[in-house]
């Protein structure tokens, strides 16, 4: 760290919260309680003229999939309840923008900005997420394999939540992960609906033991009981070296109507020139889409 300036941002107010932990008795630890005293706190480090890190202050964004209305569910906050502006068409908001009062909901392609305007400055980051829609976006979602405890996050939910993965970051929260078993996910349409895509996403790191699935399979039913495949492909990794990416993969076909449809991802064994040769890989995934 070359300057004192960029210390006070790195440890401010990092140093609080430590101080918080390690004074106060665990029966009386309270995160929230925290949270609110936190911005008397800042206030006092601006007035002493510190260099202290404002992320605190930037808008939080909870989305959460509603299978009862079929929508994804949006709340917005920030530490202080500060009025926070949004717009649904990509564009930056302003004071002129709609202002949150509450919980909405989403159902098609949209990218959300938000931004928490405050009177006197201390304007936040802009918050931006774009939501990526499907036909299998907010149907309910049954998963047949258990997640790696450690990146369950909010369950199968996400994985119909038109939420992307943006990074090879795996522990946003944003990627399911897998311990070398096949994934299996059958999502109910509701009603009886005619596809021809189906896509996946993966996240692979392979210095971390995370590879790209090495198999899809898609299978189609009228009863969630009988099912009959649709399509399937075969992926090969052909990299003999560590490297990291995201990967798309689209199994495509003629049109395919059905209330009920099954994934099935499969791991990839890993190969000789990798320190966990001979065994299954994780797999992290995002989000399954049906179009």
Same mark, same amino acid.
């Given at each position: ?5 960029y210390v006070? *941002?790195?440890? @401010? =107010?990092r140093?609080?919260a430590?101080?918080? %932990?390690?004074w106060?008795?665990p029966e009386?630890?309270?995160?929230e309680?925290? &949270?609110t ?11 002493l003229? +510190?260099? +202290?890190?404002?992320? %605190?202050?930037?808008?939080q ?5 509603n299978?009862e209305?079929?929508s &994804?569910d949006?709340?917005? #906050?920030t530490?202080?309840?500060? =009025?926070? /502006?949004?717009?649904l068409?990509?564009? %930056?908001?302003?004071?002129s923008?709609?202002? *949150? ?8 392609? !949209?990218?959300?900005?938000a ?13 931006s997420?774009?939501?990526n829609?499907s036909k299998?976006s907010?149907k ?5 394999t $258990? ?5 369950? +996050?909010?369950?199968?939910? @996400?994985? %119909? ?5 943006? #990074?090879t970051?795996?522990? !946003?929260?944003?990627?399911m ?5 096949n994934i ?6 509701l ?5 021809s895509?189906?896509?996946?996403r ?16 898609l299978?189609?039913s009228?009863n969630?009981?009988v ?10 990794d052909?990299?003999t070296?560590?490297?990291s990416?995201?990967?798309?993969? $689209? ?7 059905a209330? *009920?449809?099954?994934l $099935?991802?499969?791991?990839?064994v890993m =190969? ?5 040769k001979?065994s299954?890989? /994780? ?6 889409s049906?179009?």
């Open positions: 760290i070359e300057t004192p300036d006070e *941002y790195m440890i @401010m =107010p140093i609080a430590l101080s918080e %932990v390690q106060v008795k009386k630890k309270n995160y309680a925290f &949270l005293r936190l911005p008397g706190l800042l206030n006092l480090y601006g007035k003229g +510190y260099n +202290y890190a404002t992320h %605190v202050f930037d808008v964004a909870k989305m959460i999939p299978f209305t079929n &994804l949006v709340e917005l #906050s530490i202080d309840n500060a =009025p926070v /502006y949004y717009t068409d990509g564009t %930056v908001p302003t004071v923008s709609t202002k *949150y009062d509450g919980k909405f909901s989403i159902r098609e392609n !949209t990218e959300i900005k931004m928490a305007i405050r009177e006197g400055g201390n304007t936040s980051k802009v918050l997420e774009k939501i829609a299998a907010y309910p979602v049954t998963l047949l $258990t997640p790696d405890p450690n990146y369950r +996050y909010t369950g199968e939910g @996400m994985l %119909v939540d038109g939420l992307f993965g943006n #990074s970051n795996y522990k !946003t929260g944003k990627w992960g897998f311990k070398g078993e299996v996910a059958i999502i109910d349409m009603e009886p609906t005619e596809i895509t189906a896509q996946i993966n996240c692979v790191v392979t210095g971390d033991w995370i590879f790209d699935a090495s198999e899809i399979v299978e189609s009228d969630d009981s099912f009959t495949v649709v399509n399937s492909q075969k992926l090969l052909a990299n070296t560590h490297w990416d995201i990967t798309t993969h $689209t199994l495509s076909f003629d049109p395919v109507t209330r *009920y449809f099954r $099935t991802v499969k791991p990839t =190969p000789a020139w990798h320190p966990g001979g299954k890989g /994780y797999v992290f995934i995002d989000e399954i049906l179009n």
